[in-house]
């Protein structure tokens, strides 16, 4: 079994959206996905100019992780960007946490996520 992904901290919550070349119909490209957590991450470090230390800080993860996610969010931009691919900028996940609550998504209970406690009763988890 992998280990439980650790939660990201967003400061922002990026809204779901779509870039791609001009004159080109959406449907004849092939997308490349760009995760809330990469697109945090080339905020951080490219527009405020943070040190990876101090973005991984802000983002709750450590300094090798933030490297990692940087690199693949350049690696998907740059792919984008000399292919003419279509550049999805995907919406948050359960794994993703926000700095400032009142950004926060709300927690839903999912049915289809229960586990079973120690007397064999299943109980819902919160996600």
């Known amino acids: 079994m992998p280990r439980p992904r650790k939660r990201c901290v967003l400061t922002r919550v990026p809204r779901p959206a779509i870039y791609k ?4 119909a959406l449907r004849d490209l092939r997308q490349v996905k760009l995760l809330p957590e990469e697109l945090e991450a080339l905020r951080l470090a ?12 802000r ?36 794994d993703v946490a926000t700095a400032n609550p009142d950004l926060a998504v709300p927690r839903q209970t999912v049915a289809a996520e229960q586990s079973v406690g120690r007397r064999g009763q299943r109980r819902r988890r919160q996600v």
């Open 21 to 24: 070349p001009s004159g080109i």
């Open 46 to 57: 490219d527009l405020d100019g943070l040190t990876q230390a101090q973005a991984a800080e």
């Open 59 to 94: 983002m709750c993860v450590s300094r090798s992780t933030f490297q990692r996610i940087l690199e693949r969010a350049h690696r998907h931009v740059a792919l984008a960007l000399t292919e003419g691919l279509a550049l999805r900028i995907a919406g948050t996940r359960r």
